[in-house]
């Protein structure tokens, strides 16, 4: 399988930014790429989806805060975060899946994922 590698996570004050970065060949515009973060012993759970370059998804928990972008020269796709909040505090992974409209923000229908980046926001 394609290796998705992430980067850009650390520790950061509530209120800060950040912007997380995922590089790899399994990056390409027609398929679904969505990040998703966990925190130990709760569930995976979707943040944002984005399909091609058309209009993203995100989950209300983020909306207005969380941006998902995708490069088109460096297949790179990136998560910019503002305004964070302790509740943030995850690891955070990319994904990339097959081809659907709209893009799930469900984890197991995506097969590519990268070994996540740790993302701590304190108060």
């Known amino acids: 399988q394609a290796q998705l590698v992430e980067s850009g996570g650390g520790s950061v004050q509530a209120g800060g930014s950040l912007r997380l970065s995922c590089t790899g060949s399994a990056i390409y515009s027609n398929r679904c790429l969505g990040w998703f973060r966990q925190v130990p012993g709760k569930e995976r759970e979707g943040v944002a989806a984005l399909l091609g370059y058309g209009q993203p998804s995100y989950d209300d928990s983020v909306k207005g805060r969380f941006a998902i972008s995708k490069d088109r020269a460096k297949t790179t796709l990136y998560l910019q975060m503002n305004s964070l909040k302790p509740e943030d505090t995850a690891m955070y992974y990319c994904?990339?899946?097959?081809?659907?409209?709209?893009?799930?923000?469900?984890?197991?229908?995506?097969?590519?994922w990268g070994q996540g980046t740790q993302v701590t926001v304190s108060s």
């Open positions: 994904a990339a899946g097959p081809y659907r409209s709209p893009c799930p923000m469900v984890g197991t229908m995506y097969g590519n």
